[in-house]
């Protein structure tokens, strides 16, 4: 079938074969020596498996993308202790923290998964839905039940919503992926503004309302969620999520993949018409809503030490750069657990992760521990707010490299620009899909291919600036034109950031940095 678009294609393989039924055809694979089959790379996607880029052709080995989902962003001692060991004895050590408070192993091969999947399952882990045209894993506040200030837990709705959608072959062939978020936060982590579907806990009067948000997204077609301007309460969060992702279900665009989020049924229906049919399918209209008061984009994490709900006990937030952890530092993570008999380790949608209910009486050992691994409590300026992809290490849309790049960019920056404390967000990404959100950062650094001092041609970085989240005054990052090999990034934001720092600085980093792109 030659002459099918890519639409057609995935949308038959979905008809043939529900993706929740490869596990039969991998385990055959797992037992041969054959190649896994591009109907079954496809299908594969609903267990969180990728195929990984290959960079040495004498190597003629098929290696896997792993994504475990973590629900709630949570894993236990005895399932960080399993994801350690899994990546040590199949995945060369590997471990990344995503946006989506998911962990990635790498170097996966199709041999391994039968006993992969097998010691997931005794430790209750699964990567089911961790990828594919299905409902991805819901994001919220890693500090969600234990933090002093929340304005409410929803725990037990983010498991609720959880259960109904994983697995149900009612909604498992949506036209597209479906990312949602619910969040009882006060600072407003989980970045709603650009999901498909989320629900922002505000205090009205004497309760707690959620603001329901639709149609958020990055790479093509961007869009900043818009707000239906209706509330609900907690126990309406599951019937609405159904009902919206049924309508993305039954009237999502299947001809076409690149209008095919819930972001272009929007645009082509327009919120009344989205907000009328789900009333019609609820069978209810939902009460208006005002606009919540939202965190500013620089106070928008969790990294450092926060009261803690439990008495004499605190919540810690460590930072990572990028996500890129590796065995060793889980080890590390899982040894201080033990010693400070700490239950739970959980992920954040920053790429980082919390500790709940440390003992005041630890912080100061802890912490300093936490140093020691590279994993800081109170990270220099340039480190505390960094999102990286995975890049052209692993990824096949991968231009340019990200993880090690962005580590030595942070610390070039910090050795020619060490007096600088201004709030900035970094997000570097390998191509131009955005999944480390440069669209959103004061700096964006997107893999493109120019040139470097010599004319030769190199992968190296598009400079994007002054993005931001706040709601409906969002504000995507402007693209400059300006392309640097990866040596020039540094030296050219050296001079962008002293300018800033001489300046009257009576705007933000990103209106700065703006006004520079407009000359």
């Given amino acids: 079938m030659t002459d099918e678009t890519k639409a057609q294609r995935v949308e038959r393989l979905k008809q043939e074969k529900c993706g929740l039924d490869v596990l039969d055809d991998l385990a055959r694979y797992a037992n ?19 195929t990984q880029k290959q960079h040495d052709v004498t190597d003629a080995t098929q290696y896997l993308l792993l994504r475990l989902k973590l629900v709630a962003g949570k894993l236990t001692r005895e399932q960080l202790q399993t994801v350690i060991d899994v990546s040590t004895d199949f995945g060369r050590g590997s471990a990344d923290f995503t946006t989506r408070q998911n962990i990635q192993i790498h170097w996966v091969e199709c041999r391994n998964l039968p006993e992969i999947f097998a010691r997931l399952e005794q430790v209750g882990l699964t990567s089911r839905m961790g990828s594919g045209d299905c409902m991805r894993n819901i994001i919220t506040c890693p500090l969600s039940g234990g933090v002093a200030d929340e304005l409410i837990d929803v725990t037990a709705v983010v498991h609720e919503v959880n259960r109904y959608f994983d697995g149900n072959r009612e909604f498992i062939n949506l036209p597209r992926k479906f990312k949602i978020a619910i969040s009882g936060c006060a600072s407003h982590c989980v970045r709603h503004e650009i999901q498909d579907l989320s629900f922002v806990a505000q205090q009205q009067g004497d309760e707690v309302v959620f603001d329901v948000t639709v149609g958020g997204g990055l790479s093509g077609g961007k869009q900043i969620a818009k707000r239906l301007n209706v509330s609900c309460r907690k126990e309406q969060i599951l019937e609405i999520t159904k009902a919206v992702v049924g309508l993305f279900r039954d009237h999502g665009n299947r001809t076409n993949r690149a209008q095919a989020r819930t972001r272009h049924l929007l645009a082509d229906w327009g919120v009344e018409r989205f907000r009328q049919s789900l009333a019609e399918r609820l069978g209810y209209a939902l009460a208006s809503g005002p606009e919540p008061v939202l965190t500013p984009s620089a106070h928008r994490h969790h990294v450092g030490v926060f009261p803690a709900r439990k008495p004499d006990c605190v919540c810690v937030g460590g930072k990572s750069i990028g996500g890129r952890v590796g065995v060793e530092r889980l080890r590390g993570l899982h040894r201080l657990m033990v010693k400070h008999e700490i239950p739970m380790l959980r992920l954040t949608p920053s790429q980082d992760f919390a500790l709940l209910d440390v003992p ?8 300093q521990a936490l140093d020691a691994l590279g994993l800081p409590v109170a990270p220099a300026p340039f480190r505390l707010r960094n999102l990286v992809c995975v890049g052209n290490e692993y990824c096949k849309f991968g231009v340019s490299e990200t993880k090690q790049f962005a580590r030595k960019l942070l610390a070039e920056l910090e050795q020619r620009c060490p007096d600088f404390d201004a709030p900035l967000s970094f997000g570097i990404s390998g191509c131009s899909h955005g999944c480390s959100h440069p669209h959103l950062a004061d700096i964006g650094l997107v893999g493109c291919m120019t040139t470097d001092a010599t004319g030769q041609r190199v992968a190296g970085y598009e400079l994007y600036v002054g993005g931001f989240v706040h709601g409906v005054e969002s504000r995507f990052a402007e693209k400059t034109g300006v392309k640097l090999a990866p040596e020039q990034v540094a ?10 720092s001489g300046s009257a600085q009576q705007q933000g980093v990103g209106d700065y940095l703006r006004q520079c792109a407009h000359g």
């Fill in 32 to 50: 041969s020596e054959e190649p896994i089959d591009a109907d079954t790379i496809d299908r594969m996607k609903y267990y969180g498996l990728y």
């Fill in 360 to 367: 005041k009486t630890e912080i100061t050992e802890l912490s």
């Fill in 491 to 500: 030296p050219y934001l050296e001079t962008l950031l002293k300018g800033y």
